[in-house]
């Protein structure tokens, strides 16, 4: 474009600006709103964590926390009680399923304790357990003797009086030779040595209160409750005598010896009051 000179070339100039500018794109753009919906967001969803069962006894005398591992076998040993009888006082439907933190009843409820002494206490004969009414003591000398007279056949060992529970008058499960002794933390009895199907006996009068194979390291595994103080365990056997429930008497074959869930042939032998484990060579009698 040509300008023209003096006066109008300020117009000029003016024109050839505005031009200028119209064909320039602007660097600064409108912002651009997006009127799309949102997606919606999913919801977040808060586990509802339900407490353990008996979660409000936890830490009380008398009730035990379920730890990894624990089966109800093995709390009934820990504890010195039957499986069958947590089950019933924890009124499980199913006693192989416990699950960890659940706080499990593993003393006997007040009101059935006194059922429960009964059922596992070892019973004397009737000669024994008497008490005269009067204070006469030729009356009750002169019965004694008529009483014992119609039980011939009872050893006097079981005819001896009880002093407690303490007084049981343990003998060696086995003959053979002591394997491994006594340790806390290693060897929670005595192993005792032998050959397959070598009998294995009751070392006190007791209850069957476990015969199986569920506990792990045990093998085939007989608990023997004595009274409310005492189990012994009998451990690897190669066949099982007695079944749960059944009452035996010291002396009485309850197993053969064997190496289930073992690395040989032998009796793992254990001894517990109230639940823990002691060594059994300072209650059975000195070969």
């Known amino acids: 474009m040509k300008c023209l000179q003096g006066a109008g070339a300020w117009l000029c100039a003016a024109v050839a600006l505005a031009l200028a500018g119209c064909g320039t794109s602007p660097t600064n753009r409108a912002p651009v709103e997006d009127r799309r919906a949102a997606a919606p967001q999913p919801a977040v969803v808060v586990p509802v964590v339900k407490p353990a069962a008996g979660f409000e006894n936890a830490g009380r005398s008398g009730y035990y926390t379920v730890k990894p591992g624990d089966t109800l076998i093995r709390i009934g040993l820990e504890n010195g009680q039957s499986p069958k009888d947590i089950a019933r006082w924890n009124s499980l439907d199913n006693p192989n399923k416990i699950e960890v933190g659940q706080v499990l009843r593993v003393m006997p409820p007040v009101a059935n304790e006194a059922v429960a002494v009964a059922t596992v206490k070892p019973v004397a004969s009737s000669s024994v357990v008497s008490t005269p009414i009067a204070p006469a003591a030729p009356a009750s000398a002169a019965s004694a003797p008529a009483r014992a007279s119609s039980a011939p056949s009872m050893p006097a060992a079981a005819a001896a009086p009880s002093t407690g529970d303490d007084d049981l008058g343990w003998i060696w499960p086995t003959r053979g030779p002591v394997l491994d002794s006594f340790d806390e933390v290693k060897n929670k009895g005595?192993?005792?040595?032998?050959?397959?199907?070598?009998?294995?006996?009751?070392?006190a009068d007791g209850k069957v209160v476990y015969a199986g194979s569920g506990l792990r390291n045990y093998g085939n595994l007989i608990i023997l409750k004595h009274n409310n103080t005492y189990l012994t365990a009998y451990a690897h056997n190669q066949t099982l005598m007695v079944k749960e429930d059944q009452t035996v008497k010291k002396g009485q074959k309850i197993a053969e010896m064997g190496s289930s869930d073992a690395d040989r042939v032998k009796l793992h032998f254990e001894l517990r009051r109230l639940g823990k484990a002691v060594d059994p060579l300072k209650y059975l009698p000195p070969r």
């Open 190 to 203: 005595v192993d005792i040595g032998g050959v397959a199907g070598e009998p294995i006996f009751a070392a």
